[in-house]
Each structure stands twice: as C-alpha cells, then as structure tokens.
C-alpha cells in the first residue's frame, strides 16, 4: 500500500469505499506477515544467541485494540539464549552480546533489526486503521461477530 492511499482516505465517503478499503488493509497485512516470516529466517544463524521471533500479543497496540479476524497481532521481536534459558531482549538489551560476533554478522542482525521495525510499524497502522474502520461501520462492539461473509454482502 502507498503513502498515497493512505492521504485519499479523506475522499471516502459511504460504507462500501470503507469496507473496500478495510479489505485492502487486510490484504496488505497478509502479505506483510509473510514479509515477517522472511525475516525470521534470515535472522536465524547457526551459533548467534540472538534470533527473531514473531510474537503475537493478545491485545494491539496500547494494549486497546483488538486484532481484526485475523489470528493475533504480530510483532517481531528479539531473543537471546541467556545462560540456557530463552527470554525476550530489545535491541539495545543485545548490544553488549554483539561485540563478541563477527562483523559481517553484526551488520547483517542491523539490517534485519531495522526492517523488522518498519514492518512492526506498518502492521500497527494496518491494524489500527483495521479496527478504526470497524468501529466507525458499527463491525465493533460487544457481541460483534465480524465474518468475511458479512463484508462481502
């Protein structure tokens, strides 16, 4: 999705051009996951204590909105072998651990800590712009079922 759809947003108008544009921020999603997967598998490397991981929380972002009928939302985060136990690090938790690796990988976990930013960022805006729709169609609320079904109506 460009940075152009988002800045016609303001030229909806009408529920369907809402729902068109909330199944266009789903599609987006899905496809950016798989984006994530990749990441993960190139952050695994054969003797790092430090890997990626995707993490799926049971609330979004700020702990307020939920994930919009599709599974948790993800996050990528970082994880490091600590004296044989796994636990969850953020970036500069896993400095002082990357002076003992080789350069090139070093480089290689920045790349890959910087894109599994932008897309932990792309997701949340996805996700909030997901459920805003909802809310603003009347999809959200207590005994809401949200089926794909009911969209396509």
């Known amino acids: 999705m460009q940075v152009a759809d988002f800045a016609s947003i ?19 999603r899905k496809g950016l996951h798989l984006q994530m997967v990749e990441v ?13 991981q995707k993490h799926g929380t049971a609330a979004g972002v700020d702990g307020a909105i939920r994930d919009s009928g599709m599974g948790q939302p993800w996050r990528l985060r970082w994880r490091m072998a600590v004296q044989g136990n796994f ?24 790349q890959l800590n910087r894109r599994a930013e932008e897309l932990n960022l792309v997701d949340a805006l996805l996700q909030v712009s997901i459920a805003r ?4 169609l009347g ?15």
């Open 10 to 28: 303001s030229q909806l108008s009408g529920a369907s051009q809402f729902r068109q544009f909330r199944a266009r921020c789903m599609e987006e």
């Open 40 to 52: 993960v598998r190139a952050a695994k490397i054969t003797g790092c204590p430090l890997y990626l």
């Open 87 to 110: 636990k969850h690090v953020t970036w500069d938790e896993a400095q002082p651990m990357l002076k003992d690796l080789p350069v090139a990988v070093v480089r290689h976990l920045r």
């Open 133 to 136: 729709i909802e809310k603003f």
């Open 139 to 153: 999809m959200r609320g207590p005994g809401v079922d949200v089926s794909t079904a009911e969209l396509e109506a």
